[in-house]
């Protein structure tokens, strides 16, 4: 390798890329829609309640009804749950849940 090469290949890897999605805790990875890499957190399943008008997640207060295109299949079985920096008091950005199956 030239000098040249390790000189660029070394400025490369300092410039920032894209913000990615990171990963749940059972290893698959969050929708980069969802998730800013802070955003998202597995909740208790006792958090969020199936009610006639959707699902209502006791934590933030707020009822994402069925059918809303921020509701995501959980893949792990769990109920996840991302709000803007993870906290507790921003409204959903999506809410994982597992099939009925589970």
């Not at 090469?5 to 894209?18: S, Y």
């Not at 909740?43 to 209502?56: H, M, N, Q, T, W």
């Amino acid at each position: 390798m030239t000098l040249r090469n390790l000189i660029c290949g070394a400025l490369l890897a300092f410039i920032p890329h894209g913000a990615a999605a990171h990963d749940a805790p059972s290893g698959w990875r969050y929708d980069a829609s969802c998730c800013a890499g802070i955003d998202c957190r597995q909740i208790p399943s006792k958090s969020v309640l199936e009610r006639a008008d959707g699902y209502f997640i006791i934590i933030g207060n707020e009822v994402v009804p069925y059918g809303d295109k921020r509701i995501r299949n959980s893949p792990d079985g769990f109920i996840h749950w991302c709000t803007v920096d993870g906290r507790d008091d921003s409204p959903t950005i999506c809410l994982y849940v597992p099939p009925h199956s589970y």
